[in-house]
């Protein structure tokens, strides 16, 4: 089931996103910024899955307005027991639905996985085209200034 996270999600979106940020495939999020930018959430909650899975937390994504007309999908993060179901497909989907609720034109993100994102009609954009703005979480991140993402950027 896909829906807006609530405030019970926030330690699963923690726990999901650090297990990625140690792995060096995303930046973690402080338990602070999640219930900051809880309303950012969408999730997947594994209605079907097996005695350990059913009822938990499977996937994670945000759609974070970031500037004038732009917004960021960040934090997309998919249980590894859940890969390869579409998850992360649907929660990108979800986001950019929720685009049009806004009315936002533009949408970027920075991922070490481009071509997923390129299936959305993301398209590549020299980070130094994005807004100052975005860049207040890169200053948290152990990789800045040697950021190694690749950023895309989504058009209306």
């Known amino acids: 089931m896909f829906r807006r996270a609530r405030m019970e999600d926030v330690k699963a979106i923690y726990d999901l996103l650090n297990h990625y940020s140690e792995k060096g495939l995303l930046l973690g999020r402080s338990l602070s910024s999640l219930y900051d930018h809880l309303r950012d959430f969408y999730v997947y909650i594994d209605e079907a899955g097996g005695p350990d899975e059913k009822g938990r937390l499977a996937g994670a994504c945000a759609l974070h307005i970031c500037w004038d007309n732009l ?3 960040r934090s997309l993060a998919v249980r590894d027991s859940h890969q390869g179901r579409g998850i992360g497909t649907r929660l990108v989907e979800v986001c950019l639905a929720d685009v049009d609720a806004f009315g936002i034109d533009q949408v970027f993100t920075l991922t070490y996985q481009p ?16 807004p100052h703005k975005v860049w207040s979480d890169c200053i948290q991140c152990p990789k800045f200034p040697d950021c190694n993402e690749e950023a895309l950027i989504w058009k209306r």
Do not use: G, S, V
Request: glycine share 0%.
């Open 71 to 73: 917004a960021e999908i």
């Open 115 to 130: 071509t997923f994102f390129q299936r959305f009609d993301f398209n590549p954009i020299d980070k130094k085209d994005l």
